[in-house]
């Protein structure tokens, strides 16, 4: 039997900005490049775990930030993760070269109060943390360029991926950006974002709570969309492996090292974005629509 392709495009410069009610309206052609996955599943699945809003750790980071309060006035997931991206944006301050060695959204914060500023995987992490405590599972999504393995820096990017109940769906939200992309007003994960801007679609928009502007975050973004790789057991207090995911496109290398001198333990490798992209089977307290209580 033969197999069933899905063909993406990876985008070049990016034309005109329309701004509408923090939506801004992107146009980027192609530069023919062609991104290919497998439109199937993986024949082996995958467990991806997170810890229910009732654990302790969680608990303990939902009350002392009072997130139950922040999102009150917000009817919907997508209200919810806007409100929590800014709340994530507005306490971090960013810079790249500024590396923090505890990957704690508690001491995160605490540094961040104390003027510390930290680099995107913190940005991720906190709003990971914070989405969890409020019972939408998130995970960290890393974002690495074709060329990840041979430039000596600036070779990706991290933020966050959450699972939206209510629209039944992974969303791609930047918090150190203030970033959630849509297409027609539709929240997308990285790989949609991926493909609209391939297609050139004048849908192509973001949500945005302080004026970030669309056009030159997907130019700066676009060299970063060509793997994808995720943590799988995303579990507070719980020691574990750490295993990750990476979605490889079609004939491209696995890459094993990270600016050259890093190496990238525990990965596993899918070319199925719907493998990369199931739904959370481990998060059995989901309720469409509300946060937890």
């Known amino acids: 039997m033969g197999k069933t392709f899905t063909v993406l495009a990876v985008v070049g410069a990016l034309g005109s900005v329309q701004q509408v009610q923090a939506q801004s309206t992107e146009t980027a052609p192609s530069t023919g490049k062609q991104v290919v996955y497998l439109t199937a599943t993986d024949p082996v699945s ?39 991206c800014q709340w994530v944006h507005n306490r971090l301050e ?46 960290p999504l890393y974002l690495k360029s074709a060329k990840v393995q ?7 990017h991290a933020l966050t991926e959450v699972w939206l109940p209510d629209l039944g769906k992974w969303v791609m939200v930047d ?39 669309g056009k030159p975050y997907f130019r700066w973004l676009q060299e970063y969309l060509y793997y994808f790789d995720t943590v799988m057991d995303n579990r507070y207090n719980v020691k574990s492996a750490r295993t990750g995911l990476m979605l490889v496109p079609m004939g491209a290398h696995k890459p094993v ?37």
């Open 46 to 84: 995958y467990l991806f775990q997170y810890s229910p809003p009732t654990t302790d750790y969680l608990t303990r980071f939902r009350e002392m930030y009072g997130l139950e309060a922040l999102v009150a006035q917000q009817t919907t997931d997508l209200g919810r993760a806007k409100a929590l």
């Open 94 to 139: 960013h810079d790249g070269h500024q590396p923090f060695k505890s990957t704690d959204a508690f001491a995160i914060l605490h540094a961040a109060m104390l003027g510390q500023p930290v680099q995107c995987v913190e940005y991720g992490r906190v709003l990971a943390t914070a989405f969890n405590a409020l019972g939408m599972p998130a995970r």
């Open 150 to 156: 041979t430039k000596a820096s600036a070779a990706g």
């Open 175 to 213: 918090s150190q950006a203030d970033i959630i992309p849509t297409l027609n007003n539709l929240p997308l994960n990285a790989i949609e974002l991926q493909q609209a801007l391939s297609l050139n679609d004048n849908g192509l928009g973001i949500i945005t709570s302080s004026g970030a502007k």
């Open 257 to 293: 090292i990270f600016q050259r001198v890093s190496s990238i333990h525990n990965m596993r490798y899918t070319h199925s974005p719907a493998t990369f992209y199931a739904s959370p089977t481990d998060a059995s307290w989901i309720v469409k629509g509300t946060a937890a209580k």
